[in-house]
Structure formats: structure tokens, C-alpha cells
């Protein structure tokens, strides 16, 4: 089945400095999603993005999906962005998604 | 917000006993998915629906059992839980113009003493 890794798997910054969080998948995908679980848990969703590229703030994703790897983009980081980013894919109509094991992002003031 | 309910959020239960876990949707969706969160393990799919009465397994669907009789609602059973089944369980609903962005429930944290 397909295998999705992240890195880093910790990333500690300061408040307002930039970051690129990576994704690598190990087989073609017709799915890929960003989510960010926030420190009281809470899973949100922020990118749906099987290619391309897409914005939302200051936040940002490419995924090259011919070369297996997508990008999280965060500009000028605030602590709210602080908890865990995770990756998942999938393939197939089901929707079932393969989660890598996130990036811990910790921003500090 | 997606219109997720789950219940409970939070239960203590002991070995060997059942337990249920549900989850609600307001928004007639029709995919409906169970996923468990361990330290280390990120997500991982116990099982999933695509209609009422259609079920199918995900990774880790040993030791669970769904059923899905409501569009709306989508339970997960542990027959007889195990001190490995603690961790928290997330619903999620699958929607958006692409049909395939996924949204989660808030969670429901278990623990099997």
C-alpha cells in the first residue's frame, strides 16, 4: 500500500520566520490532504491538493505528483500555528486516506 | 465546522467490557470514516462506509465492528475492549466541490483500564 513520510519531524522556529514542511509518497495518488491538529487536538483540514498549487494566507501547498512529493508553505509563522502538521494520501474513490506521522511545529513568541 | 457530532468525548471503560462509540452528520454525507490516533502511529482507518448498510475495513479493523442503519449516524464497536484499544478515535465525513476533502469529528478519547 502506499506510504506517506514527513520531515522534519520536529521544527521549532520563531515568531514570524518561515518554514517548509515536506511530504513524500511512495506510490501514485489521486488524493492528498494537509491538516493541522491543533494542541487541544482539534483536526482541521487546509489543503486539499492531489497537484497544483494552492494559497490560503499565509499558508501555501504544491504537490508534484509525478514526482511522489507535496509542500507545506508557512510564511511568517505565528504561535497559533503551533501543533502537528500531517500529510495523508490516497488512491482509488473511497477516499481512504494514509496519514504520515506529522511535523511537530512548535513557534515560539 | 462540518457538522460532526461525536459521543462520548470522553469514557473510561474496563477489559473485556463493550463499548460504542457514535458519530453524527447533519449534512447527508455519504462517506463516513473511523480512524484511531496513537503516539507514533499518526492516523490510521478502522473502517469506513459509503451508504447505509455499506461498510468496509481500513488498516486496523481487528477487534471492531461498525454499523451504519442512518445516512446520519455511524457507530463503532468494540465488542470486548483491550487495555491496546485506548487511544482516541476520530469520525470524519468526507465532502467539498471535489467530493473528496475530508473533515473530522473533535474526537473521542477512550481509555480500557
Known amino acids: 500500500g502506499i506510504q506517506v513520510e514527513q520531515s522534519p519531524p520536529d521544527l521549532i522556529l520563531q515568531e514570524g520566520a518561515n518554514s517548509t514542511l515536506r511530504c513524500n509518497f511512495s506510490?501514485?495518488?489521486?488524493?492528498l490532504q494537509w491538516f493541522h491538529q491543533n494542541p487541544w487536538g482539534q483536526l482541521i483540514n487546509l489543503f486539499y491538493i492531489p497537484s497544483g498549487t494552492k494559497q490560503n494566507g499565509r499558508l501555501s501547498a504544491t504537490t508534484v505528483a509525478t514526482e511522489r512529493y507535496s509542500l507545506l508553505y508557512i510564511s511568517s509563522s505565528q504561535t497559533t500555528d503551533s501543533g502537528v502538521y500531517f500529510c495523508?494520501?490516497?488512491?482509488?474513490?473511497?477516499?481512504?486516506?494514509?496519514f504520515g506521522k506529522g511535523t511537530k511545529l512548535s513557534v515560539k513568541p | 465546522d462540518a457538522g460532526i457530532t461525536q459521543s462520548p468525548r470522553h469514557k473510561v471503560t474496563e477489559t473485556g467490557t463493550p463499548v460504542t462509540l457514535r458519530c453524527h452528520q447533519t449534512?447527508?454525507?455519504?462517506?463516513m470514516y473511523w480512524y484511531r490516533q496513537d503516539p507514533g502511529h499518526g492516523l490510521r482507518l478502522i473502517h469506513y462506509s459509503y451508504g447505509v448498510k455499506d461498510t468496509d475495513k481500513g488498516e486496523v479493523s481487528d477487534g471492531y465492528s461498525v454499523s451504519r442503519s442512518k445516512t446520519e449516524d455511524f457507530l463503532l464497536t468494540l465488542e470486548s475492549a483491550t487495555s491496546s484499544q485506548t487511544s482516541v478515535y476520530f469520525c470524519?465525513?468526507?465532502?467539498?466541490?471535489?467530493?473528496?476533502?475530508?473533515?473530522f469529528g473533535e474526537g473521542s478519547w477512550l481509555t480500557v483500564v
Open positions: 470524519a465525513i468526507k465532502r467539498g466541490s471535489s467530493g473528496n476533502t475530508i473533515y
Open positions: 449534512e447527508n454525507h455519504r462517506y
Open positions: 495523508a494520501a490516497g488512491g482509488g474513490s473511497q477516499g481512504n486516506l494514509i
Open positions: 506510490d501514485s495518488v489521486n488524493n
